[in-house]
């Protein structure tokens, strides 16, 4: 596996030292700079959802991001058109499913398709964020399995392949049938813990669902791990009664990780149950920064949590500049390096091996 999710690899030096260093094999450094020229036909474009981002992953590559001309006429219609021609490119199609999803799903199903009969020769839809990650089953009597309805129509709209980051539930990946690179951004956020003070911390994650995801970066981190038991009641409101595996006395340091942050419901009651516990303070962490409703303030209001972590899936202008103690990392080399990796006909198994000394983890499904 070429080491594209190595930052200096689009510099001879940077290859010329993952060479000398086993990461890449020597043969395939050539390769990679041959490949590297290629770089002429791989079109990127941006919905509105998340241009920032889009951005940033075109500066990973090195490429530029191409524009995109949307109109929204007063009846509520939009008219899209790509800047230029994608007659036998490699296309990518960055969309992030925020608030208005409806008007940034349409606009992400225009573009494929346009993409499609503009005889591109291959289209990728690239989701950061996949809103209805939730609506993965029939849980009521009478009700759409939305996930599944929402796969079918990008698929039908032209895409041939698909790149999205932590679903909301893995399930989801079976709604498609076209390829789908299910990214993760543990790497990202290991990153950004080992670059703190881990002292007398525990990783937590509110509940069994996410423990799986939430034992990869303990693991990584070299921490204990506790499970919260939540239920959720409503779309607001959650109830956690313990935290399994949590010592006496108590670790000073949570660090709480979860999917999404929307409410912040969530993280309030596992704080509340932590702190009755004998926890100190909190370290609040996700992929996909919502904080939706009256989150910003909640969040602003709990005295015991020092830090906030969240990456850059979701562009929430409101946050970053409404809550003071959020950091947002930035998942755009784990997407760039996703995207180069399917331009060069590489596998991007190695993205998801982010702790030391592991290649791929076992159940990795991801060619």
Known sequence: MIGYFDRNYRSERGLAHLAVSGKVEHENVLTCLEDDLALEDLFIFSGWSNEPLAQRVCDHIGVPLRQTTTKRFSHGSLSVQLSESVRNKDVYIVQSFTEPVHRHMMQMLMMLDIARHGDA???????PYFVYGRADKKDAPRI???????????????ADRLIAMALHSPQTHGFFDVPLDHLTSMRVLADYFKRQDLTDTVVVSPDVGYAKQATKLAHSLKLPLAVGSKVRLTDRKVTIKTVLGINTPAPKRAIVIDDEIATGGTMEEIVRVMSDMGTETFWLACTHGLF???????????????????????????????????QVESVASVLGDAILCNHNGESVGALFAFWEGDDMPSDSSLG
């Open 121 to 127: 020769r291959r289209v990728t839809a690239v989701i």
């Open 292 to 326: 939706t409703g009256n989150a910003v303030s909640l969040l602003n209001s709990m005295d015991n949590v020092e830090k906030i972590i969240c990456t850059d899936t979701v562009y929430a202008p409101h946050a970053t500049q409404g809550i003071a103690k959020l």
């Open 144 to 158: 759409c399995i939305t996930g599944k309805l929402v796969a079918k129509l990008i698929e039908a709209s032209g």
